[in-house]
């Protein structure tokens, strides 16, 4: 299973963007998909999650100015970012929960992350 991650780039403050990411292999399901990101010199935190239901989990800090979304369909996750702000600079991961056959248990899989610049 592969995650490709992008949309990822330079925004000025207030300005946004949006985060794509698309899982491709062998699926039979995919579970929680979400956005992490990691700031440098800081440790990798949970930005956003969507379950198969679809139910909807934010980090304090961009509830309000992320939305995530999901297309079952094309296996792929979204992330809209509004009123972005030079701390949201940081490399956005991608990951999903996958099942690739019926009888195989749910793996934790990692796109290779986007660059988000947001200057002042």
């Known amino acids: 299973v592969q995650l490709q991650a992008s949309g990822g780039g330079l925004v000025s403050a207030g300005g946004s963007l949006r985060l794509s990411c698309a899982a491709s292999?062998?699926?039979?399901?995919?579970?929680?998909m979400g956005w992490y990101r990691q700031a440098p010199g800081k440790q990798r935190e949970l930005v956003a999650l969507i379950s198969s239901g679809p139910t909807t989990n934010y980090a304090d800090f961009v509830k309000g100015r992320f939305t995530i979304s999901r297309d079952n369909a094309k296996n792929t996750v979204y992330l809209q970012m509004n009123t972005l702000q030079p701390e949201d600079t940081a490399v956005y991961y991608c990951?999903?929960?996958?099942?690739?056959?019926?009888?195989?248990?749910?793996?934790?899989?990692w796109g290779q992350g986007t660059l988000v610049t947001v200057s002042s």
């Open positions: 292999g062998r699926i039979f399901s995919i579970n929680d």
């Open positions: 990951a999903a929960k996958v099942r690739q056959t019926l009888l195989s248990e749910r793996r934790d899989y």
